[in-house]
Antibody
Framework: EVQLVESGGGLVQPGRSLKLSCVAS????????MNWIRQAPGKGLEWVAY????????YYAETVKGRFTISRDNAKNTLYLQMTSLRSEDTALYYC??????????????WGPGTMVTVSS | DTVLTQSPALAVSPGERVTISCRAS??????MHWYQQKPGQQPKLLIY???NLESGVPARFSGSGSGTDFTLTIDPVEADDTATYFC????????FGSGTKLEIK
């Protein structure tokens, strides 16, 4: 069974940093691209970042470019999101999601339950 | 960015057929995907590439459309289908619709 479990969220002051982790199991992690997607309270979904299976390709949403860094450790089956210069608008539930592999499409076929990040003084 | 517009809410009775629409501000070809999010849970993929049913998803769910107009159909609707349904396009960057909250009467 595919499982993705995020951790590392919490309450952080504006301007500070936080690092999220996502541990994967039930599939060959090193074969899949991975994403971070966030959902502000009561709001819709926003894609944040993507990393290819071997870390060769990395993409970010404009809203986080230059502040967030996505990375992975295939030996540990773990995905990371380093977040710096945090802003109140970064407050959201952060999901780790596996990249779909069918056709030329960019979609997310498994999601973790998420970890909450609250940016507030 | 490509804006995806969904109606905010629908209410139907069990056994009925429901169509949930998603309109894109510009063509996304068949790069449209649908997710179901039940209260307090993470999203679940239902349909990818506009009309392809994800493995393990009941055949009651189907998707159609191309270009700018897309539809997710549930037929027949069951009580367990109470959820918010999001569309997501991947043809022009990556954007999500704001979701349609489906209530089963």
């Amino acid at each position: 069974e595919v499982q993705l479990v995020e951790s590392g969220g919490g309450l952080v002051q504006p301007g500070r940093s936080l690092k999220l982790s996502c541990v994967a199991s039930g599939f060959t992690f090193s074969n899949y691209g991975m994403n971070w997607i966030r959902q502000a309270p009561g709001k819709g979904l926003e894609w944040v970042a993507y990393i290819s299976s071997g870390s060769s390709y990395i993409y970010y949403a404009e809203t986080v470019k230059g502040r967030f860094t996505i990375s992975r450790d295939n030996a540990k089956n773990t995905l990371y999101l380093q977040m710096t210069s945090l802003r109140s608008e970064d407050t959201a539930l952060y999901y780790c999601a596996r990249h779909g592999t069918e056709g030329p499409y960019w979609y997310f076929d498994f999601w973790g339950p998420g970890t909450m990040v609250t940016v507030s003084s | 960015d490509t804006v995806l517009t969904q109606s905010p809410a629908l209410a139907v009775s069990p056994g009925e057929r429901v169509t949930i629409s998603c309109r894109a501000s510009e063509s996304v070809s068949t790069g449209m995907h649908w997710y179901q999010q039940k209260p307090g849970q993470q999203p679940k993929l239902l349909i990818y590439g506009a009309s392809n049913l994800e493995s393990g998803v009941p055949a009651r769910f189907s998707g159609s459309g191309s270009g700018t107009d897309f539809t997710l159909t549930i037929d027949p609707v069951e009580a367990d289908d109470t959820a918010t349904y999001f569309c997501q396009q991947s043809w022009n960057d990556l954007t999500f619709g704001s979701g349609t909250k489906l209530e089963i009467k």
